[in-house]
């Protein structure tokens, strides 16, 4: 019986499962894949609607008591924080990071990138916030309906096409701050539905087979892509998909546990018990 699979259309998430999603990795069953940005799978996983599902870490309080959280596949690292951008014309004053007047378009209200924002600008929450869809916050700030937007993954790359400038990367913020790397797209494992053991073997395996020939899955990656051009999606996968990818070891365990603590004591996030309790990490 094949299992249901939800992951974002993104180049790392394509690359990275290729194998599994072709049935090409030994032992697996088959998989049926929804492609939805995350906002989308991370309400979906309230309602226990895929086997295997790509969440932000920020959601995992919320989904922990019905999900494993496995130790691989998802997005974790260094240099690849969500950034927070306005216009370059953007009369922002002495402090530009200053967003207490403003409207922030952001991708999602239970979004890791959000949660970093919120605890970023704990001191100076911004007058109004809208959810939008990823793909229009940047052309939204940049026609003046939105002050600044919140944005990740290849945003980081093609922004200053769209006039636009970073007011402040909060990956940056988070690692000197904490030292530790940037948790932010997790793969969680119905509990009931799936082994997590078994399916942490799947993943790794798709994961090896994508590093050890990465052009088997490039018209895969490309057809996904919303018209990302390939240099654009070269660079994404090369820093999304890392050592973390294939394990989230103890920094990434680390980061994980850093993140959702912080969130809960600041009032942002239920308070979870310990990432590690709830996840397979052998």
Not at 67 to 81: D, F, I, N, S, V
Not at 88 to 99: E, I, M, N, Q, S
Not at 129 to 139: K, L
Not at 213 to 221: E, F, G, N, T
Request: proline share 7%; net charge negative.
């Amino acid at each position: 019986m094949a299992l249901s699979m939800a992951i974002s259309p993104c180049p790392n998430d394509t690359f990275v499962f290729h194998a599994l999603v072709h049935g090409q990795v030994p032992g697996a069953p088959a998989v049926e894949v929804t492609y939805a940005d995350v906002d989308v799978t991370n309400t979906a996983a309230e309602r226990g609607a895929f086997d295997l599902v790509k969440v932000s870490y920020a959601a995992l309080p919320w989904l922990l008591d019905d999900y494993h959280l496995l130790p691989c596949g998802g997005a974790l690292g260094r240099g690849c924080g969500p950034l927070v951008l306005t216009r370059a014309d953007r009369d922002g004053g002495p402090d530009r990071t200053d967003l207490r007047d403003a409207t922030v378009a952001v991708p999602g209200d239970r979004t890791t990138a959000y949660l970093l924002f919120r605890l970023w600008a704990a001191e100076r929450t911004p007058r109004r916030i809208e959810v939008v869809p990823f793909h229009e916050i940047m052309p939204g700030v940049a026609a003046g309906r939105y002050d600044a937007g919140l944005v990740i993954h290849e945003a980081r790359f093609t922004y200053p096409r769209h006039g636009l400038t970073a007011l402040v990367d909060l990956g940056e913020w988070w690692e000197s701050d904490t030292g530790l790397p940037i948790p932010l797209g997790a793969i969680l494992a119905r509990r009931g539905a799936v082994d997590p053991q078994q399916a942490a073997g799947w993943i790794r395996e798709s994961v090896r087979q994508a590093w050890a020939d990465p052009a088997a899955s490039r018209a895969y990656v490309l057809a996904h892509a919303q018209e990302m051009e390939p240099d654009v999606v070269d660079r994404h996968i090369g820093l999304y998909v890392n050592e973390f990818t294939a394990d989230l070891g103890e920094a990434g365990f680390a980061a994980v546990e850093a993140l959702l603590g912080r969130a809960a004591d600041a009032g942002l996030v239920p308070q979870t018990s310990n990432s590690r309790a709830t996840a397979w990490t052998s």
